[in-house]
């Protein structure tokens, strides 16, 4: 089946460091992928997609870029700030209705 | 826009009685709505979706019958733990599309945390 798999958190960096959040999924047909943060005490937001191979979904200074040829969608940010602490998930669609998510990877920024 | 609410935010109950939960869209008519479980420090586990108008669609291994969802309008859908366990205790959270889901656009509830004791 569909699957997502993100790096082990939790993540610790100091303001104004490179991030990059690793994912690679399994899937079936040619999936939608996404990027989902949960900050403390809210929802799920989407941060940003990418529906087909080479697109580069973009939001808030996230970047992440839809590699086929090595199932990948890696969440990368150049300077981040204590603001962007969070819980970040992967997820991929692929035509049925449901997100299939990664296990969310847990983000603090140090000032 | 696209503001998702539930309610409670969290609920204590006792062994044996039922809960139920509201998921309502704010300012969107969604055609579905998604139920997820979320364990500490892992990830969301889809329960069921829901169609409005039509029976929810439960994922393998989730007791539909312990786990009831009434989805009547555009708006509302609740999810009623009946029976409730203390291994019930868990992060519900909803999620609801207008467009049935299909390009993944879906809209999250801030959660509800339940605890049976």
């Known amino acids: 089946g569909d699957s997502v798999t993100q790096m082990e958190g939790p993540v610790t960096l100091s303001e104004e460091a490179f991030l990059t959040i690793n994912c690679t999924y399994t899937a079936t047909g040619y999936p939608s992928l996404f990027w989902y943060v949960q900050y403390p005490g809210e929802g799920l937001q989407l941060l940003l997609k990418a529906t087909k191979a080479d697109d580069k979904g973009s939001n808030k200074g996230f970047e992440a870029t839809y590699r086929k040829e090595t199932t990948s969608f890696h969440l990368e940010k150049g300077s981040v700030q204590v603001s962007d602490s969070a819980v970040y998930f992967c997820a991929l669609t692929a035509g049925a209705q449901k997100l299939v998510f990664g296990q969310g990877t847990r983000l603090t920024i140090n000032p | 826009g696209a503001v998702v609410s539930q309610h409670p935010s969290w609920v204590i109950c006792k062994s044996g009685t039922s809960v139920k939960i509201e998921c309502r869209s704010l300012d969107f008519q969604a055609t579905t709505m998604f139920w997820y479980r979320q364990f500490p420090k892992q990830s969301l586990m889809l329960m069921a979706t829901?169609?409005?108008?039509?029976?929810?669609?439960?994922e393998q291994g989730v007791e539909k019958d312990k786990f009831l969802i009434n989805h009547a309008s555009l708006t509302l859908s609740t999810l009623t733990v009946t029976s409730a366990h203390p291994e019930d205790s868990s992060f519900y959270i909803c999620?609801?599309?207008?467009?049935?889901?299909?390009?993944?656009?879906?809209?999250f509830g801030p959660g509800t945390r339940l605890t049976v004791t």
């Open positions: 829901s169609n409005e108008g039509s029976k929810a669609t439960y």
């Open positions: 999620s609801a599309s207008e467009d049935r889901g299909l390009k993944g656009e879906q809209y």
